[in-house]
């Protein structure tokens, strides 16, 4: 789950963003390299919250799911 949210999410967030630097600012601005790498470290940073989030969502629910099995 939280390989999954990196990847996908973090790497959708970061192509999404990628493409709109690059209609804005041009790949040949002097600052693209710099900006590039600041989408990936915000977009890392976001994909694993999201997947960490989704991680404990999933695992609250599978427990209240659990116990609500076990009762009579």
Known sequence: MLLRG?????GLMFFA???M???????GHPRFP???GV??????IGGLV????TWFLNERL????LISKKLP
């Open 39 to 44: 989408d990936a470290g915000l977009c890392l």
């Open 21 to 27: 630097l690059a209609v804005k600012f041009g790949i």
């Open 6 to 10: 990196v990847l996908f999410w973090g």
């Open 62 to 65: 599978y427990r209240a799911l």
């Open 50 to 53: 999201w997947g960490l989030t």
């Open 17 to 19: 963003m990628l493409v």
């Open 34 to 36: 710099l900006l590039v």
